[in-house]
């Protein structure tokens, strides 16, 4: 049994026909805000977004084609500024994987139940933007010693999230 649901072949040949209509228009659109390549992957995934309605309902068309493309883009953009300031260290790197409060709790169950020098390693490195030769001196261990921590720390979490 398969998840995958099937199209209403009358919707199919609705979104066949929307694309057909306004995908190039789309794209056109689409190509001075993200470039070539990336207005195409855009389109493609307007239409995606947009299978599950009823597309006889909509009024306008390219208003909603366009608006869809434009928050895939912004949403896009949204995620590289986050992901590129945890990776300078503007942020920490946990707000982008546990943003929800639900997430966040449940990292805060797993570091809990982490042994605490593992715990100590992880919490230094992921949490507060220490190398690995950074926390061997402040702990007075050697590098080897972090580096097998951290990798028992992070065999830890992924057996506590079922990674």
């Given amino acids: 049994m398969s998840d995958v649901k099937e199209m209403d ?3 199919a040949a609705s979104l ?5 209509r306004y995908s190039g228009w789309l794209g056109r659109r689409l190509r001075g805000r993200v470039g ?3 207005a195409a992957d855009v389109v493609q995934e307007t239409y995606l977004r ?3 309605y009823l597309l006889e309902d909509i009024r306008h068309p390219k208003a909603l084609l366009l608006r869809v493309a434009l928050n895939l883009v ?5 995620r590289m ?4 300031r945890a990776m300078q260290g503007a942020i920490p790197m946990w707000v982008t994987a546990a943003d929800a409060p639900v997430d966040r709790l449940h990292l805060k169950q797993v570091l809990l139940t ?9 919490v230094l490195s992921r949490f507060d933007g220490m190398t690995y030769p ?3 001196l402040a702990h007075g261990i050697s590098l080897a010693t972090v580096e097998r921590r951290m990798a028992k720390a992070v065999e830890h979490c992924m057996a506590q999230l079922d990674v």
């Fill in 9 to 11: 072949p009358g919707a």
């Fill in 16 to 20: 066949n026909g929307l694309y057909r």
């Fill in 36 to 38: 070539a390549d990336e």
């Fill in 50 to 52: 947009l299978a599950p």
């Fill in 74 to 78: 912004r949403d896009e953009r949204r």
């Fill in 81 to 84: 500024a986050l992901r590129d």
């Fill in 114 to 122: 982490m042994p605490p020098l593992y715990r100590d390693v992880f």
């Fill in 134 to 136: 950074e926390i061997a």
